[in-house]
């Protein structure tokens, strides 16, 4: 059924920005970690999505006309970290100095970070204002039968 689907993709997208508000959270979070498990500062992670379905137009045109209901949406396909050089900072007295009296600290911008949540928090939005409306449409549907 068509509605469904409709509900699948905008939940599809709503999982994946949830994800994403997660990371810069974990990001804004460590911005000033200078030391991680692996010995150096944190790094900036990033969010990468993918269609769920990857298909032409032509193709979804020609499965849809044969009654072919599949799903499409967006997904998460990986979680990757930034690879950018690291800020040095001159503090001789921090623990983490090195010999010249700099710290490496985290590639993360605060301000990037704050920038990209406001972003996802629009397309969140978006999709709920999509799956209300959905639910407006079906409300309306089901008064048609009285």
């Not at 298909?55 to 970290?81: H, M, P, W």
């Not at 409306?133 to 048609?144: S, T």
């Amino acid at each position: 059924m068509a509605f469904l689907n409709s509900l699948n993709i905008a939940g599809s997208g709503l999982t994946a920005s949830r994800l994403r508000m997660d990371v810069i959270s974990e990001n804004i979070a460590n911005y000033s970690t200078t030391k991680t498990e692996d010995g150096g500062p944190y790094r900036r992670k990033s969010v990468v999505y993918e269609a769920v379905e990857d298909k032409s137009f032509g193709s979804i045109l020609k499965d849809r006309l044969n009654g072919d209901q599949t799903t499409a949406g967006v997904q998460v396909s990986e979680i990757v970290e930034d690879p950018s050089d690291f800020n040095y900072v001159y503090n001789p007295t921090h623990p983490d100095a090195d010999e010249n009296g700099y710290v490496a600290m985290p590639n993360v911008d605060v301000t990037q970070e704050m920038l990209d949540m406001m972003s996802v928090t629009r397309v969140y939005d978006m999709n709920i204002n999509a799956l209300n409306a959905m639910k407006g449409m079906a409300a309306r549907a089901l008064e048609i039968g009285r």
